[in-house]
Nanobody, 122 residues
Framework: QVQLVESGGGLVQPGGSLRLSCATSGFTLEHWYIGWFRQAPGKEREGVSCINGGDGSTYYADSVKGRFTISRDSAENTVYLQMNSLKPEDTAVFYC???????????????WGQGTQVTVSS
């Protein structure tokens, strides 16, 4: 049974940092791409970053380049999203998802976690 479970969200002040985790099970991480997405109230789900679970290649949306870093720990079947220099506009529910290609298109991902709330506010 494929499962993705996000954790690490919370309330942080502008300029602060958070690290999100996506614990995966039921599939071989090396054979999939894992993407991080976010959805703010009233907005569409937006691709933030994705990683090739095999060779570790990474991709970022322009809005987070230089601030967010995606990584994986194959031994732990976990993908991380380190978020630095957070801004109020980063406030959203963050989701991780598993797909078969490198894309920021949420429609092309097959499996999803339940999401974790990130709130950036003073």
């Amino acid at each position: 049974q494929v499962q993705l479970v996000e954790s690490g969200g919370g309330l942080v002040q502008p300029g602060g940092s958070l690290r999100l985790s996506c614990a995966t099970s039921g599939f071989t991480l090396e054979h999939w791409y894992i993407g991080w997405f976010r959805q703010a109230p009233g907005k569409e789900r937006e691709g933030v970053s994705c990683i090739n679970g095999g060779d570790g290649s990474t991709y970022y949306a322009d809005s987070v380049k230089g601030r967010f870093t995606i990584s994986r720990d194959s031994a732990e079947n976990t993908v991380y999203l380190q978020m630095n220099s957070l801004k109020p506009e980063d406030t959203a529910v963050f989701y991780c998802a598993a797909g078969e290609i490198a894309t920021m298109n949420a429609r092309l991902y097959d499996y999803w976690g339940q999401g974790t709330q990130v709130t950036v506010s003073s």
